[in-house]
């Protein structure tokens, strides 16, 4: 199946302390582990809109143009067909509209350098994919609620 942006509205109760029409910007290539993510937000507050790209260069065409808004979050996963995810991180932080947008590492590696090297590359969070939706709502719960300034 091919991705593509996919703007979805989240219905559930809402969690009072998040921001009204929160919007979500998840990059991923695998639609499982998006499938999973999107679900776990919709437990956590039915108002946050998730938009998804399937990879960094749809990611970034996405993201630069105008017509779409721009998202609170950025979820990026690093392993990833055509540009990787650390090459992506790089070209968003370039986009002067994105600069102060969080970026969070979403992914299954568990390498501290990764971690420490993609921080000082302008990511704010590295998050690495739970395999239990428990987990990964907690997680998300956590990220969420918090203040990413």
Same mark, same amino acid.
């Given at each position: 199946?091919?991705?593509?942006?996919?703007?979805?509205?989240i219905t559930s109760e809402k969690n009072n302390n998040m921001k009204e029409?929160?919007?979500?910007?998840?990059?991923?290539d695998d639609d499982d582990d998006k499938k999973l993510f999107i679900e776990?937000?919709?437990?956590?507050?039915?108002?946050?809109?998730? /938009?998804?790209?399937?990879?960094? =260069? %749809?990611?970034?065409? @996405?993201?630069?143009?105008?017509?779409? &808004?721009?998202?609170?979050?950025?979820?990026?996963?690093?392993?990833?067909?055509?540009? /990787?995810?650390?090459?992506?991180? =790089? %070209?968003?932080?370039? @986009?002067?509209?994105?600069?102060?947008? &969080?970026?969070?590492?979403?992914?299954?590696?568990?390498?501290?350098?990764?971690?420490?090297?993609?921080?000082?590359?302008?990511?704010?969070?590295?998050?690495?994919?739970?395999?239990?939706?428990?987990?990964?709502?907690y997680i998300l719960s956590e990220v969420l609620s918090a203040k990413w300034?």
């Amino acid at each position: 199946m091919k991705n593509s942006l996919v703007n979805i509205q989240i219905t559930s109760e809402k969690n009072n302390n998040m921001k009204e029409n929160m919007r979500l910007f998840i990059i991923d290539d695998d639609d499982d582990d998006k499938k999973l993510f999107i679900e776990s937000v919709k437990e956590i507050d039915d108002s946050i809109v998730c /938009s998804t790209a399937c990879d960094g =260069l %749809e990611a970034l065409k @996405i993201l630069s143009d105008a017509e779409n &808004p721009l998202p609170d979050f950025i979820f990026l996963d690093l392993r990833m067909p055509r540009i /990787s995810g650390k090459q992506c991180l =790089l %070209e968003i932080r370039q @986009i002067e509209k994105l600069r102060n947008v &969080p970026v969070f590492i979403y992914t299954t590696t568990t390498d501290v350098n990764d971690s420490i090297a993609l921080k000082s590359m302008g990511a704010v969070h590295f998050i690495s994919k739970p395999t239990d939706p428990t987990e990964l709502y907690y997680i998300l719960s956590e990220v969420l609620s918090a203040k990413w300034d």
